[in-house]
């Protein structure tokens, strides 16, 4: 079970720009907040981006003014738009979303299995 399937990633320059997507699989009644995590090999995991349903936005410091986070609710998706990109964004990239499977179910986190970006020349 895969609740979260991410595309996009890849090897990038210095300077260079990335846009990553996030779509909720199956049959999902609500989608609540949404977002970025990233991680690196010996570093925690670190908050890049959340969203809330109704387009409230929050970033890590690390990349405020380089990274925009945004959402199709119509399509169950969330994205990063990542630019200016940087050596030390290296990661693997996890979307999270919090959501509703049915109208009866609580509430759950759901996550997706993570994107290589590589930011080298």
């Known amino acids: 079970q895969v609740p979260l399937v991410e595309s996009g990633g890849g090897l990038v320059q210095p300077g260079g720009s990335l846009r990553l997507s996030c779509a909720a699989s199956g049959s999902i009644f609500r989608i609540y907040g949404m977002g970025w995590y990233r991680q690196a090999p010996g570093k925690q995991r670190e908050l890049v981006a959340t969203i809330t349903s109704t387009g409230y936005t929050t970033y890590g410091d690390s990349v405020k003014g380089r990274f925009t986070i945004s959402r199709d609710n119509a399509k169950n998706t969330v994205y990063l738009q990542m630019s200016s990109l940087k050596p030390e964004d290296t990661a693997v990239y996890y979307c999270?979303?919090?959501?509703?499977?049915?109208?009866?179910?609580?509430?759950?986190?759901?996550w997706g299995q993570g994107a290589q970006v590589t930011v080298s020349s």
């Open positions: 999270n979303a919090d959501y509703q499977r049915r109208q009866t179910d609580p509430r759950g986190a759901g």
